[in-house]
């Protein structure tokens, strides 16, 4: 009986459309016997992948666009550059009508805040205000810390290269400090010489130092001279 049910199967003839489908259907439900999924795992993996890449690529682009520090210089054109975390200037933005002048002659975006800095002190724009002996005068924003004061250094190192020691005031502030400025209505060492008054005479105002000469201020708030700022 078996033997005649096996040979009756054996002659049943499958039309060629029929195996086609079968074959479809068994690929469909097998993932092409795994080579679909395998193909799946490797598209999830590329696509994995490229997000990876794409975070990298953002988050090294949000680094090298963030200012950490700002290095402010006044001299009669007023300056400001503004410094990522990778000791790279991002931008040089003039402070006053010289200043911006002096910001549109030079390209220094992209060049290490110490080299930036040199540039800018021997630029033309700037010659004829050193000629004149004045002073300048150098603020590091937001660097309150070892690698702040390495930075001011750095800075200090240029200028007194084209100055005399006593023509170089600085200052080394947090943003806080800068906030609080602002809200004043004060530049930072008009600010820094009000905390000292207030300690003197609380009644004292943010108008009445307003009215005190540049040079009492910084004679008032100037931090002690940095020895050697060139490491020499």
Same mark, same amino acid.
């Given at each position: 009986?078996?033997?005649?049910?096996?040979?009756?199967?054996?002659?049943?003839?499958?039309?060629?459309?029929?195996?086609?489908?079968?074959?479809?259907?068994?690929?469909?439900?097998?993932?092409?016997?795994?080579?679909?999924?395998?193909?799946?795992?490797?598209?999830?993996?590329?696509?994995?992948?490229?997000?990876?890449?794409?975070?990298?690529?953002?988050?090294?682009?949000?680094?090298?666009?963030?200012?950490?520090?700002?290095?402010?210089?006044?001299?009669?054109?007023?300056?400001?550059?503004?410094?990522?975390?990778?000791?790279?200037?991002?931008?040089?933005?003039?402070?006053?009508?010289?200043?911006?002048?002096? =910001? @549109? !002659?030079?390209? #220094?975006?992209?060049?290490?805040? /110490?080299?930036?800095?040199? $540039?800018?002190?021997?630029?033309? %724009? &700037?010659?004829?205000?050193?000629?004149?002996?004045?002073?300048?005068?150098?603020?590091?924003?937001?660097?309150?810390?070892?690698?702040?004061?390495?930075?001011?250094?750095?800075?200090?190192?240029?200028?007194?290269?084209? =100055? @005399? !020691?006593?023509? #170089?005031?600085?200052?080394?502030? /947090?943003?806080?400090?800068? $906030?609080?400025?602002?809200?004043? %209505? &004060?530049?930072?060492?008009?600010?820094?010489?009000?905390?000292?008054?207030?300690?003197?005479?609380?009644?004292?105002?943010?108008?009445?130092?307003?009215?005190?000469?540049?040079?009492?201020?910084?004679?008032?708030?100037?931090?002690?001279?940095?020895?050697?700022?060139?490491?020499?």
């Amino acid at each position: 009986m078996d033997e005649r049910i096996r040979k009756a199967f054996d002659g049943i003839q499958t039309p060629e459309r029929l195996k086609r489908k079968a074959k479809a259907y068994l690929r469909k439900k097998t993932f092409d016997y795994g080579r679909n999924l395998l193909r799946i795992r490797r598209f999830r993996s590329r696509i994995a992948a490229g997000v990876l890449m794409l975070s990298a690529v953002l988050t090294g682009a949000g680094i090298w666009f963030f200012p950490t520090t700002s290095i402010g210089m006044d001299v009669n054109p007023s300056v400001e550059l503004k410094v990522n975390a990778l000791d790279r200037v991002i931008s040089l933005k003039g402070r006053n009508s010289d200043g911006m002048a002096l =910001a @549109e !002659e030079l390209d #220094v975006a992209g060049m290490s805040y /110490d080299d930036a800095m040199q $540039r800018i002190l021997l630029s033309h %724009g &700037l010659e004829p205000y050193l000629e004149r002996g004045s002073t300048i005068t150098i603020t590091v924003v937001g660097g309150n810390d070892a690698h702040g004061e390495e930075m001011l250094s750095k800075v200090l190192c240029r200028a007194y290269n084209i =100055a @005399e !020691e006593e023509n #170089v005031i600085y200052y080394q502030v /947090d943003w806080e400090t800068v $906030r609080a400025a602002q809200a004043a %209505g &004060l530049c930072i060492p008009r600010y820094l010489a009000w905390q000292q008054l207030l300690r003197e005479d609380p009644a004292i105002t943010a108008e009445d130092v307003k009215k005190i000469p540049k040079e009492e201020i910084h004679q008032m708030v100037q931090m002690d001279v940095m020895e050697n700022p060139c490491g020499e």
